[in-house]
């Protein structure tokens, strides 16, 4: 059985998905989506990632107090699992959502999320520069392949 909460945060409807947590009776930071708490599933979830921002922003203004650490929700590894993938790894939810990013997408990701109060790992940054250097290295290798043949 899928959780609600879910569908409605893949559909980033905040309205219906701050109604929805307020009929389980639960507090934000003891929810658990598919097994990751609210603010990891608001990254990992398919909304565009301007949506994802505001529905992060959105929950952290309306259950977090200015005492509570948003890094300890943000540094928790999950298993997490793409089609490609023959196995699960065990990871952290930024690092592993910058993996199928665009660069653009990454740095709108990367800013918003700092501008919340979210510091990255040095080791997170190393990770995601180099999959963004080597993506990109890709991309133009790409580029200079089709034209050439054109």
Known sequence: MSNPLVFILEKA??????????????????????GVNLFTAIILCNAPVDTKLKLFTAVKRQYLIETDDIQQYIDEELEAMTPGMKEP??????????????????ETLL??????????????????KDHAVAHNQFSADRINRFFEKL
Do not use: N, Y
């Open 13 to 34: 409807d905040l309205a219906g998905f701050q109604k929805e947590l307020e009929k389980t009776q639960q507090s934000a930071l003891d929810i658990r989506l598919d």
């Open 89 to 106: 790894i065990i990871c952290k939810a930024i690092p592993f959502m910058c993996r199928h990013l665009p660069l653009m997408d990454i």
């Open 111 to 128: 800013t918003g999320l700092k501008q919340e109060g979210v510091v990255l790992s040095k080791e997170d940054k190393i990770v995601i």
